[in-house]
């Protein structure tokens, strides 16, 4: 969003113009999935100003130089104009005006100031959705809204205030020196002596609910350390880092990890050192998203990863909750706390059928790399309830295939990774009906049902249970490969069976996500590598998500052919596994080639599927997130698997066997650990070291 001025902590955040301005559209101070300043507009003798520079300084503080503007009263370059801002929890603004000319001045700052109290939703509906997108309506409530400003105290105090449903939101602006307040805001008669200046804080606190907000920062944090951020057990939260001749992936990886801090939620009732999916539309919670993205950032973060298994487990579903598409054993697939949550809307919501055999998958994950068989143990009970919804509600019609079928009036018609209402369709551009059984989902479930024998038959000391789970694992092998396999078009994995059990016949990147999980044999994964790397599937800047051979295809479609970096670390990940390395670094080398274009190297969630022949740079996509979580755990998964970095049970340390891209002959990594034990990697050529640093 190269227009817009970000200021980001946890679950606040500001969207403004480059020049600090919220002027509506969708723009404003949001915190917790509600905008509650939806205008802050500054003017210097009745003009807005006009902007010379602005950016952040810290993930949570910006910075604005701007200039009177002509055709005032004011000469030209006569009065420079400073913005200082921080934002957590509420806001804190600065602003100086310093005079460049040799005679007092009698000028006018306003500061128009409006608090809309409107839903996250329901900012991105008016400015971008399609009607058949998801967007989670609350139901019908009070109609009676209070909304006013309250009277002005003498200290320069404006306060904005709604009531609706059970949703109570207040704003108070509290202004230093004390200005005049009106019903548009709040204004300055300042008098500026000769070269002199002025200067006034302004300050933004909030009440939920009527408890307040704490407020995080302030302006003296203005360049400071963040810190303040601890993981799940009291530990830093700190990611290795890299250092590596080709630049732009040293830069992509160093801009993701910084970003991660950036999304940390800090809540008190959710484990600390969690990361929000992603700014603006996602600032919480996704079950799906938080998983993958603990995974990713393996070995390098491993409190994220406890975070992600302790907060989701204490989410976990008991209940059938049909409004919620709940059910015992599933797992949260988003958690909200905006108005329409407040009032009924059916949060926390559970509609997601991927994330109950990922969360198995990733505590297996953190199994390996630690070697904590008490704390696993701990988790046994989440797991069986996992593993009894799979094999229950997730299966209704007990053909062996994980499937869904929304239930609740607003929730999503499709629950895969892929949840956009048009995401599922047929090579002839149909739509899929449902019920739908995605490619992928069956594979996240072979690879849960491996790994989950594996925890039992080691820490939990279960030779039974690790049996019975094997043979369910070997028989999903067989069934998948009979069912989801077509020779058409040189053979492919299909993206899903439909309602009917026919099989949805477009081509699509979810093949690279079975290579992940280890469902093909490896004839067909080679097969599989080729298609993805073929010019149909690959864009050049990485694999989109539907080929351009399919009739469905688009490439500003958010998942029928756009590119996901996600999706393209995940498909790396798979390759390298299967030994498969030339493939998978044409796919990596893509994929950090689009992050250098991309301000800041940062890779947003999506952009358009557009091929490399066609434009010369990624096009961008309108509503990406960015920074968004598991698009900053891409380069991570990406050079961890080109890495071969691997736990060692035996040895209580790591191994690696690296097949890096020819542009990162040079590599290492510090500060990641396993087993309790810190490491550094070295790769120089053809010379490769592990040295243990605690």
Not at 562 to 588: C, E, F, K
Request: hydrophobic content about 40%; proline content about 6%; aromatic content about 8%.
């Amino acid at each position: 969003m190269p227009e817009v001025l970000l200021a980001v902590d946890g679950t606040s955040f500001i969207l403004s113009a480059r020049n600090g301005d919220i002027n509506g559209g969708t723009n404003g101070l949001f915190v917790r999935d509600a905008r509650y300043l939806s205008r802050w507009r500054l003017q210097v003798d009745g003009l807005t100003p006009q902007l010379l520079s602005s950016h952040h300084v810290d993930p949570y503080s910006n910075l604005v130089f701007l200039m009177n503007s002509e055709g005032g009263s004011l000469p030209p370059n006569a009065v420079s104009i400073r913005r200082r801002r921080v934002v957590g929890g509420g806001m804190e603004e600065e602003v100086q005006l310093e005079s460049h000319l040799d005679r007092d001045l009698e000028l006018e700052m306003r500061l128009d100031v409006e608090a809309d109290f409107l839903d996250l939703f329901d900012v991105k509906a008016r400015a971008f959705a399609n009607p058949r997108d998801h967007v989670f309506a609350e139901p019908e409530v009070d109609p009676d809204t209070e909304r006013n400003a309250v009277a002005p105290s003498p200290g320069g105090t404006l306060a904005f205030e709604q009531r609706r449903g059970r949703f109570s939101g207040r704003v108070v602006v509290d202004a230093y020196p004390a200005p005049v307040v009106d019903g548009r805001g709040m204004a300055w008669k300042v008098s500026l002596p000769a070269h002199g200046s002025f200067q006034a804080t302004v300050v933004v606190g909030l009440q939920i609910d009527g408890q307040p907000v704490p407020r995080r920062h302030r302006l003296d944090d203005i360049g400071g350390v963040r810190g303040g951020r601890d993981g799940v057990d009291g530990a830093a939260p700190v990611l290795a880092r890299v250092q590596t001749g080709w630049h732009a992936l040293q830069a992509t990886y160093e801009r993701a990890a910084d970003d991660l801090f950036t999304l940390l939620i800090d809540e008190p009732d959710l484990a600390s050192g969690l990361p929000a999916a992603g700014l603006p539309w996602f600032m919480t919670v996704f079950g799906r998203d938080t998983l993958i993205t603990a995974y990713q950032v393996l070995p390098a973060g491993q409190w994220l990863g406890w975070s992600a298994i302790e907060t989701l487990a204490r989410l976990q579903s008991t209940v059938d909750d049909p409004d919620r598409d709940a059910q015992p054993g599933k797992i949260i697939h988003e958690l909200r706390r905006g108005p329409a949550a407040i009032n009924g809307g059916h949060f926390p919501y559970y509609g997601t059928v991927d994330a109950p055999m990922l969360f198995v998958i990733l505590l297996n994950e953190l199994w390996r790399w630690t070697g904590d068989d008490d704390r696993v143990r701990r988790f046994r009970p989440n797991v069986a309830a996992a593993l009894h919804w799979m094999r229950g509600e997730g299966d209704p019609d007990h053909d062996g295939f994980i499937e869904w079928e929304c239930r609740a009036p607003s929730g999503l018609q499709n629950q895969a990774w892929k949840d956009s209402w048009d995401a599922f369709r047929h090579h002839d551009g149909s739509l899929a009906t449902g019920p739908l059984a995605s490619c992928e989902v069956q594979g996240y479930a072979y690879d849960a049902l491996r790994r989950a024998a594996e925890l039992a038959a080691r820490p939990w000391g279960d030779a039974d249970l690790a049996a019975e789970l094997s043979n369910e694992a070997d028989a999903m092998y067989r069934r998948f490969n009979e069912r989801f396999w077509s020779e058409d078009r040189g053979g492919f994995y299909v993206l899903a069976l439909d309602g009917a059990k026919r099989q949805v016949d477009s081509m699509t990147s979810n093949m690279g996500h079975l290579l992940w999980s280890g469902i093909a044999p490896p004839e067909r994964a080679e097969v599989v590598a080729g298609q993805l790397v073929s010019s149909p599937l690959f864009s050049g800047w990485g694999v989109r998500t539907m080929s351009r051979d399919d009739l469905g295809f688009n490439p500003i479609s958010y998942h029928c052919g756009t590119v996901w970096p996600h999706d393209n670390s995940i498909a790396v990940a798979g390759l390298h596994s299967y030994g498969l390395h030339v493939q998978a670094n044409r796919l990596m080398t893509a994929v950090i080639d689009a992050a250098r274009e991309f301000p800041g190297h940062r890779l947003p969630e999506v952009f358009a599927g557009y091929g490399r022949d066609v434009c010369p740079f990624p096009v961008e996509y309108p509503t990406a997130s960015s920074p968004q979580a598991w698009a900053c755990g891409s380069s991570m998964l990406m050079l961890r698997a080109a890495l071969g970095l691997e736990p060692d049970g035996g040895t209580r340390g790591v191994r690696i066997d690296p097949h890096l891209p020819a542009r990162a002959e040079t590599v290492r990594m510090t500060g990641f650990s396993a087993f309790g034990r810190g490491f550094d990697i070295r790769v120089d050529g053809g010379r490769i070291s592990v040295e243990p640093t605690t």
